[in-house]
């Protein structure tokens, strides 16, 4: 894949890769418990065929006889199922509190949690394995050919103490998951990591100078979106400045990451003479489009999530100005790093210096009209609320670049006009 670090026009901006299909694989709440309990069936199948030769080397081998195995199978089985049951229940109430108090655009960080998953997957798994292994057990008859999988056994004493181990971490996790200020805190972090990745420094601001504009009469052709919709999640830059520059043109993206499109909508606009219908379902392959937004590359959607907690927290349902007062603080410390950063140049250039894609990115200023306006308005009765508001862009104005500061004096005067109001 080409690299676009080096051909921004303003800025040294890394390019974020795109999820692969391994990524994707993972991305799913059942993949990890369903891989387990498939591990679970084949271990329950090929344990007890060399259960003969492993409990020579084995000092922990269950001693008891077939009777004794089959019981002690059928209640970890028995326990095990009925603890997916607890656990299932628990984290169903987790993530409907959550999504009552928070927002549900949280609710895939609790899904993507790999203690649940492990935990789900281990206490199946466990099940699983013990009803496999219970088919081997076989008794003794008159010719004494009977047969107890002993190891197999005592593995499955094995898997329930990790069962036991992980039911705590999960208690523990999910304990600490639905803790205002620990939801607010791994936003914040997941969302700096991404500020840091997709805006450059100041320093490099003066890099490139390539820009592009339009001319009317040359001749181009409209991108539509095929037959799909969805949130722009994901934008391949590299690809599809190769494919603009294979065609020797221009492509312009219409929608922004994030935005909403749907089937024949406008996707871009090719600038040029060679585009088929080729072109059009490869730059269509190189735009992934999702019914949640994600923040693989979106760093709007990570201040919006802050953003809907804090609405929510000013409810008159809710009237929890303390919680929107720690919105606040985590959007300053977001924006203090976002405002001495330049804006992505709009323009990618190929190898040789020439502008192939015109994409328009999120920056500061959009920032700040996220985190601002809304809980401005909802906060404008709220006196904490507006002060924490007001003193978070009293220090933005002093230390940020020159270009946001009309931005950030329209906030502090339309904050200040609420207030009087």
């Keep these: 894949m080409a690299d676009t670090s080096a051909s921004r026009s303003r800025g040294s901006v890394s390019a974020i890769d795109r999820a692969t299909w391994w990524d994707r694989l993972w991305q799913p709440f059942w993949m990890l418990p369903m891989l387990l309990t498939v591990a679970a069936v084949v271990l329950g199948v090929v344990l007890p065929e060399a259960d003969r030769d492993l409990r020579e080397i084995a000092w922990w081998v269950f001693p008891g006889g077939a009777d004794a195995a089959r019981g002690a199978l059928t209640t970890i089985a028995s326990v095990t199922i009925s603890t997916v049951g607890v656990v299932f229940s628990i984290t169903m109430v987790v993530l409907q509190l959550a999504s009552s108090q928070f927002t549900p655009r949280v609710l895939g960080s609790f899904l993507s949690n790999r203690i649940v998953q492990v935990t789900f997957g281990m206490f199946i798994a466990t099940f699983v394995f013990s009803l496999t292994v219970l088919r081997s057990v076989l008794s ?218 015109v994409v328009e990115s999120t920056d500061a200023r959009d920032l700040l009209r996220i985190a601002v306006e809304e809980i401005a308005f909802y906060g404008r009765e709220s006196p904490p609320v507006t002060a924490q508001l007001a003193a978070m862009l009293d220090d933005l104005s002093s230390v940020s670049l020159e270009r946001y500061r009309p931005t950030i004096a329209a906030l502090r005067a339309t904050l200040d006009d609420a207030q009087v109001g």
């Design 140 to 357: 003794e008859d008159e010719e004494g050919n009977g047969f107890v999988p002993r190891v197999s056994v005592s593995f499955a004493f094995v898997l329930v103490l990790a069962c036991v181990g992980l039911f705590l971490a999960f208690i523990r996790s999910i304990t600490d998951s639905i803790q205002v200020s620990t939801v607010i805190s791994r936003i914040g972090d997941r969302t700096a990591r991404l500020v840091d990745r997709v805006l450059p420094v100041a320093e490099d601001e003066q890099g490139f100078s390539a820009t592009w504009s339009p001319v009317a009469d040359a001749p181009r052709s409209l991108v539509p979106v095929d037959r799909r919709h969805g949130h722009v999640d994901e934008i391949d830059l590299p690809r599809l400045v190769e494919l603009a520059a294979s065609r020797d043109g221009v492509l312009v993206l219409a929608p922004r990451l994030g935005d909403f499109v749907t089937t024949g909508q406008e996707l871009a606009t090719f600038w040029g003479d060679d585009w088929d219908d080729d072109a059009t379902a490869a730059a269509n392959g190189l735009v992934r489009l999702t019914t949640d937004r994600t923040m693989r590359q979106d760093v709007s959607f990570g201040f919006r999530q802050l953003v809907d907690i804090g609405d929510r927290a000013l409810s008159s349902g809710v009237n929890d100005p303390t919680t929107a007062t720690q919105v606040v603080n985590e959007l300053h410390r977001l924006l203090r790093a976002a405002v001495q950063r330049v804006s992505p140049s709009p323009y990618l250039t190929d190898a040789d210096g020439a502008v192939r894609l």
